[in-house]
């Protein structure tokens, strides 16, 4: 069946350090792929999209690249804020919308 | 324009008691869906209505019901709850079904004693 891994956390960082966090998927067929974010004590919110090969997502400063070749869609920023410290989820749309389990962020100033 | 929802935002329940978790949209939106968080485990789909009218089972669905009342609002009702279903309830809501972008409630916070 689909499914998503991410890296698993807590990945610390020092404010202006470069970020990835990986994620790949399994499908069987043509998946939507997306990044959610999760601040403390709030739902989850849209980060970005792709919705096919080789699409990028961008918001905010994070870009992800749907590669269907090596089956990820990596999240990267290149200067990270301690106001990006939250939760940070990966996730597919087929058949039906999964998640992975997350990935929290931790931004020392 | 409040988005997604949800009632209530804390509760505390005894083994066997049952509870209904309220969630509304005012989004206009067709698809409408019930999450589980637990530590560890990231999101997992419980419920979802794709459309008004329809409900149909997610990853979790044992333990568990839910009603589409209507096109906004979308309840989950434990009949008897138990210590494994201690968890944060997300409730959210998308446009369509395919590749939409889900918003999410703010959560309840249930812990079942």
């Known amino acids: 069946g689909n499914s998503v891994t991410q890296m698993e956390g807590p990945v610390t960082l020092s404010e202006e350090a470069f970020l990835t966090i990986n994620c790949t998927y399994t499908a069987t067929g043509y998946p939507s792929l997306f990044w959610y974010v999760q601040y403390p004590g709030e739902g989850l919110q849209l980060l970005l999209k792709a919705t096919k090969a080789d699409d990028k997502g961008s918001n905010k400063g994070f870009e992800a690249t749907y590669r269907k070749e090596t089956t990820s869609f990596h999240l990267e920023k290149g200067s990270v804020q301690v106001s990006d410290s939250a939760v940070y989820f990966c996730a597919l749309i087929d058949d039906k919308i999964i998640f992975g389990k997350g990935t929290r962020l931790h931004i020392l100033p | 324009n409040a988005g997604v929802t949800q009632t209530p935002k804390f509760q505390v329940l005894k083994t066997g008691q049952s509870m209904t978790l309220q969630c509304a949209q005012d989004?206009?939106?067709?698809?409408m869906y019930w999450y589980r968080q637990d530590p560890g485990m990231g999101l997992r789909l419980i419920y979802y209505?794709?459309?008004?009218?329809?409900?149909d089972k997610g990853e979790v669905p044992n333990g568990y019901n839910v009603s589409r009342l209507n096109k906004r609002e979308f309840s989950l009702r434990l009949e008897s709850a138990a210590p494994s279903q201690t968890s944060v309830y997300f409730c959210?809501?998308?446009?369509?079904?395919?590749?939409?972008?889900?918003?999410f409630g703010p959560g309840t916070r249930l812990t079942v004693l």
């Open positions: 989004m206009n939106h067709n698809s």
């Open positions: 209505s794709a459309s008004e009218g329809t409900t």
């Open positions: 959210a809501s998308s446009e369509g079904w395919e590749a939409d972008t889900q918003y």
